[in-house]
């Protein structure tokens, strides 16, 4: 199995341009997630969906849209990019709740906003 | 005080050390708990749950203080494989995803 996986995994990008950050997972996971963590800093929650068709905002949503329209896909979008939105974005995925069940985290994707 | 707050670190020691981390938490109603492995420019890993009553994974022993509000990680005789970041996470509420990610302690074992 594949797992998670994410594309690209390395974009500069300008100012203002949008970019759609993609990724899918092979297990059958109802919940998915997007995270960014920056540099010395937790990873913090995005967005996240607990099966297609259903999404919520994580702590940190202002920039960012996503949408669930399979099991297999949570692609999350970036439509004005900022200097501050230069992180390291983490897709993870599980079965049920974080509660109790440990994420599955892709390899992640490292974005600069110039 | 923070959600989750750990030692940053680096603790830096030599081969067949042990070595233990803390984590506090805010939250007295946190439910879940768990500590994460994270390799330099890699993608975080469960390294174990933590479980009320303590836990141990071969070299590694996981014990939760809810009275205090902490957890800990003990590592015995460790491995030059054992160099990375150990995350402390912590699940606030039993639905939903509240899951919160300290920023992590650096090991750093030599030989």
């Known amino acids: 199995n594949a797992g998670v996986t994410q594309t690209p995994k390395f974009r500069i990008l300008k100012i203002g341009q949008s970019m759609t950050l993609q990724c899918t997972q092979d297990?059958?996971?109802?919940?998915m997630y997007w995270y960014r963590q920056d540099p010395g800093m937790g990873l913090k929650l995005i967005y996240y969906?607990?099966?297609?068709?259903?999404?919520d905002k994580g702590e940190v949503p202002n920039g960012y849209n996503v949408s669930r329209s399979t099991t297999e896909d949570f692609p999350l979008r970036l439509e004005l990019a900022a200097p501050s939105q230069t992180s390291v974005y983490f897709c993870?995925?599980?079965?049920?709740?974080?509660?109790?069940?440990?994420?599955?985290f892709g390899n992640g994707t490292r974005l600069t906003v110039t | 005080r923070k959600e989750v707050e750990q030692d940053p670190g680096p603790f830096n020691v030599p081969e067949g050390a042990t070595v233990a981390f803390n984590c506090t938490y805010s939250?007295?109603?946190?439910?879940?708990f768990f500590w994460y492995r994270q390799d330099c420019r890699k993608e975080p890993k469960l390294l174990m749950s933590?479980?009320?009553s303590g836990n141990e994974d071969g070299r590694f022993t996981a014990q939760l203080n809810r009275a205090s509000q902490y957890i800990s990680l003990l590592i015995r005789d460790s491995k030059l494989s054992d160099s990375a970041t150990y995350l402390c996470?912590?699940?606030?509420?039993?639905?939903?995803?509240?899951?919160?990610f300290g920023k992590g302690t650096t090991l750093s074992v030599s030989s």
């Open positions: 969906s607990v099966g297609a068709g259903i999404t």
């Open positions: 996470v912590v699940n606030m509420k039993q639905a939903g995803t509240a899951l919160i």
């Open positions: 297990m059958n996971h109802n919940y």
């Open positions: 939250n007295s109603a946190s439910q879940s």
């Open positions: 933590v479980y009320s």
């Open positions: 993870a995925s599980s079965p049920v709740s974080s509660y109790n069940s440990p994420l599955h």
